[in-house]
């Protein structure tokens, strides 16, 4: 299988058909190779429209989704950006493509330890460690931008604390089996909200999120 070959189908045809725009966004989504991220027996499927698998059930987010919320963002290289929810890794390397500092969380040990060998083996730096993703990183905010990759009940206060005055966040929130995705900005302190697009992701677990 040619993968180069395959990631220009799955811009063509997934991501630049969503609407996406952002040359850069574009850009690390041809780079990033997503085969490199998924378990080896399910690497033909990598550039497919689909969330696959992974460890103590949860997912590789659908590409097209991976780049619809790294598009609402508007990441700069010098921005600071943390993830909530590392998973395997793949949206950690896109956005370690599009800036220079990028912190991630992930709650499941195992999936930590793979994300972390997942990105060393592509050739990508991220700040990473264990922990609950809903309390965030206090001692290295405020972060210019925050992406939650799980679907919330509610906004996570100690994220919104932790996100830059005038900074984004993008987040999926709702039940735990359908969610909203939420583009917040930080004006004054206050959240503004903006309601995008329907989605449906694992649940966040942790103190202010979903009971495991």
Not at 25 to 30: P, Q, R
Not at 96 to 111: G, K, T
Request: charged share 20%; net charge neutral; aromatic share 6%.
């Amino acid at each position: 299988m040619d993968y180069k070959i395959a990631r220009q189908n799955m811009v063509r045809n997934q991501i630049l058909k969503r609407g996406v725009k952002n040359e850069l966004v574009i850009k690390a989504m041809l780079e990033v190779p997503r085969h490199l991220f998924v378990d080896k027996g399910m690497q033909s499927q990598s550039y497919s429209d689909n969330a696959l698998p992974l460890l103590r059930g949860q997912t590789i987010s659908q590409p097209h989704m991976v780049a619809l919320m790294s598009e609402m963002l508007k990441i700069e290289k010098q921005h600071k950006v943390l993830e909530i929810g590392t998973g395997c890794g793949y949206q950690a390397a896109v956005l370690a493509v599009l800036c220079d500092n990028v912190y991630s969380i992930e709650r499941i040990p195992e999936l930590a330890e793979l994300a972390a060998e997942n990105l060393k083996n592509a050739g990508y730096r991220v700040t990473q460690k264990t922990g609950d993703g809903t309390l965030g990183w206090p001692e290295n905010a405020p972060f210019d931008r925050i992406i939650v990759t799980a679907g919330a009940p509610e906004m996570p206060p100690s994220l919104l604390d932790q996100l830059a005055e005038g900074g984004l966040m993008v987040a999926p929130v709702g039940s735990r089996s359908v969610q909203t995705l939420k583009l917040i900005q930080k004006v004054n302190g206050k959240p503004i909200v903006k309601n995008s697009y329907d989605c449906a992701f694992v649940p966040l677990i942790g103190e202010s999120g979903w009971k495991e």
